[in-house]
């Protein structure tokens, strides 16, 4: 096990609906101190490869794209999903619909952020039915940029976000892919990865 | 004028309703090295002070919080605006009226993240009204907590919310305090710290 698949074993908590509690340290309660560990991870599996930025999706991708950031030197950029005064001038537009939230989301971005010259690293908390990864990509190719890899801390390996974009040939990296999980035991059951 | 005022002129723009446009390196694009002059400035300012955990509100003082939680060695709590399944237990809430979005949030913490031994230094991108900090300093004293201290990168200064936490005794700094903006001139005053 790499160091997330063994902090999702110590803190994580499996519930009923597929839901992975890792609220402790990854999305609620944020442990910075890993954060570092899992950008430098990150570096590590896109390096030699073209990033000018990273883009997420608010608002629990934001803390580990900021963190991640420090290890490409690149600017962050965030999709909004509420309408915002704080945004005007031509805007992306694409929609998503939210796993967690049982909602859809008209997800936003100001085209003056992402150029066709832009090499974007995608990078969520969560990968589930790949809704939002999905969403953001559509965003960097309506602005004309490149897609150069997404990564994900935690993908669920039962649902089909994973299959689908590595399917359309996108380069994922998920730190840990858990392929089962038992609310009545609590065992997760992690993808083996090189 | 320090390095964040000088940034906003550089870079920010006064729109008419009082908005001011800091999209390209505060709140949709993120400057992250200026993040952490940002983070190495609050360290400064809350030099000596006991500070075990840092509090923010998503969505756009989650980046911030995390790259100044670096500098003080301490975890990040963020409070929810949605409801979600991610978060169970013993809840704690209040309320939150939006100036940016013109909308009113219920916000939540998890109990168990937050005890009475907590030294909460309350952090975010813009202090306007005042209202999401009275939200957070709520939550504080709901989980018997205390506030250290309330963190802000801009704060605009001809609206309430600064002169209403310093009145209740929050020590209160803001790296930027913008006493007058002229949305026909562009031109930003700011109020002189020592």
């Known amino acids: 096990m790499n160091f997330l ?10 519930r009923e609906g597929n839901i992975l509690k890792v609220d402790s340290f990854l999305n609620h309660q944020l442990d910075i101190k890993l ?5 430098r991870e990150f570096k590590r599996r896109f ?32 999709a909004k999903k509420s309408k915002t005064v704080n945004l005007d001038g031509d805007l992306l537009t694409t929609t ?3 796993f967690t939230h049982k ?3 008209t997800v936003t971005i100001s085209k003056k952020f992402i150029s066709p010259d832009d090499h974007v690293l995608l990078l969520d908390d969560f990968l589930a039915c790949g ?10 190719h309506k602005a004309g940029a490149s897609v150069t890899g997404i990564a994900i801390a935690i993908e669920k390996g039962f649902q089909d976000g994973g299959r689908i974009l590595r399917e359309k ?9 858990v392929d089962d999980m038992d609310p009545q035991t609590g065992k997760i059951t992690f993808r083996h990865q090189d």
Chains 1, 2 share one sequence.
């Open 5 to 14: 698949e063994e902090r999702i074993v110590k803190d994580g908590a499996v």
């Open 35 to 39: 954060f570092n560990e899992i950008g």
């Open 47 to 78: 390096a030699g490869l073209p990033v000018t930025k990273i883009m997420t999706i608010e608002a629990s991708g934001i803390a580990i794209a900021a963190i991640t950031a420090q290890y490409f030197n690149v600017p962050v950029l965030f």
């Open 96 to 98: 998503v619909d939210s």
């Open 103 to 105: 909602t859809t989301n």
């Open 131 to 140: 809704n939002a990864m999905l969403g953001l990509t559509d965003l960097v």
């Open 169 to 177: 040939g996108y380069k994922l990296e998920s730190l840990a892919i």
